[in-house]
């Protein structure tokens, strides 16, 4: 069975952002611009999503 999984990039510039936001985008894997992370596709991960989602872009 194969696991549930996200990819994540940081589309948007972290500057001028929130600190609490800096640091849901690096808790997700992410350091700069057009950086992508695969991620498991649990509830935590997707709060965490949802938090910054005017930062990145999701696939599955």
């Known amino acids: 069975?194969?696991?549930?999984?996200?990819?994540?990039?940081?589309?948007r510039s972290l500057i001028g952002t929130k600190e609490s936001h800096r640091a849901t985008v690096r808790g997700l894997g992410l350091r700069r611009?057009?950086?992508?992370?695969?991620?498991?596709?649990?509830?935590?991960?997707?709060?965490?999503?949802?938090k910054v989602s005017y930062l990145l872009r999701c696939e599955r």
């Not at 194969?2 to 589309?11: R, S």
């Open 33 to 50: 611009l057009n950086s992508s992370s695969v991620l498991e596709d649990t509830p935590a991960v997707r709060g965490m999503i949802n």
């Open 1 to 11: 069975m194969a696991e549930k999984t996200v990819k994540v990039t940081l589309v």
